[in-house]
């Protein structure tokens, strides 16, 4: 087998550059989300519903109301009190690390001493807890959306958690887990791929594809491999229908 075309699109992949964009493949293309869509479903396990009864009751605010700003008409700068306000509502949406809770507040106009505070009280009773987090997030996003394990450092790391707190949540996921995931999601790619489509853009494709995920390359090429093979014994297995 050609393994130079391969490895080309392999190498490509910078796992400290990398968007991880799912945007080439098809996989789940009944309800193509972004990250931003997938970051939505997380929190409906964590509060979801709360967001959507205030969302029901927006038509029927009284007229001498303010009108709501862009978080759903919380209160701007001022008090430790109010941030604490701010962040439950917060909270109530989908779980969020502190970081995010922070950059909302300084959002508000609210000063870093009084933030810190209010989110060190928070983070003493246990409301904001960067492992947790970490933990659901880790969680979800490699259950529902498939994301390996570069992927999703990454994404934490770009929600503030810090590597201490991600690193117990990743190390949950096995070599098998990710193993398994990825021939999971190859199988439904090469499901939808023309069956005489050249083998060798069939395996840069799906390396790609798991690339962009999260996944290295050596788990890459190996699962692919492993699936295309396992493909092709079938169609040698196959009873002639005619």
């Known amino acids: 087998m050609g393994e130079s075309s391969g490895t080309e699109a392999g190498e490509r992949f910078d796992p400290d550059t990398a968007e991880f964009d799912d945007s080439s493949d098809r996989y789940a293309r009944r309800g193509r989300r972004t990250d931003a869509g997938d970051e939505a479903s997380f929190g409906e396990s964590s509060g979801g519903s709360e967001r959507r009864g205030r969302g029901r009751g927006r038509g029927r605010r009284r007229s001498g109301e303010g009108a709501e700003d862009s978080d759903g008409g919380l209160p701007g700068g001022g008090t430790e009190a109010q941030a604490k306000d701010v962040c439950l509502r917060l909270l109530g949406d989908r779980a969020r690390s502190r970081a995010e809770l922070a950059d909302r507040l300084a959002a508000r106009g609210?000063?870093?001493?009084?933030?810190?505070?209010?989110?060190?009280?928070?983070?003493?009773?246990?409301?904001?807890?960067?492992?947790?987090?970490?933990?659901?997030w880790v969680h979800q996003r490699h259950t529902f959306s498939g994301k390996g394990k570069r992927a999703l450092i990454q994404e934490?790391?770009?929600?503030?958690?810090?590597?201490?707190?991600?690193?117990?949540a990743l190390a949950a996921i096995t070599d098998d887990d990710e193993y398994e995931r990825a021939a999971e999601l190859v199988r439904r790619k090469l499901r939808t791929l023309p069956r005489d489509l050249d083998?060798?853009?069939?395996?840069?494709?799906?390396?790609?594809?798991?690339?962009?995920?999260?996944?290295?390359?050596?788990t890459a090429f190996t699962v692919v491999k492993a699936e295309l093979a396992d493909r092709a014994d079938m169609d040698l297995t196959e009873p002639d229908s005619h």
């Open 199 to 218: 083998r060798e853009k069939i395996l840069r494709r799906l390396v790609g594809m798991l690339a962009r995920r999260g996944y290295n390359q050596s």
């Open 156 to 168: 934490l790391r770009r929600k503030g958690v810090a590597d201490e707190d991600a690193e117990p």
């Open 110 to 136: 609210f000063s870093v001493e009084i933030a810190n505070r209010a989110l060190d009280r928070l983070t003493e009773v246990g409301l904001i807890d960067d492992a947790a987090f970490a933990e659901q």
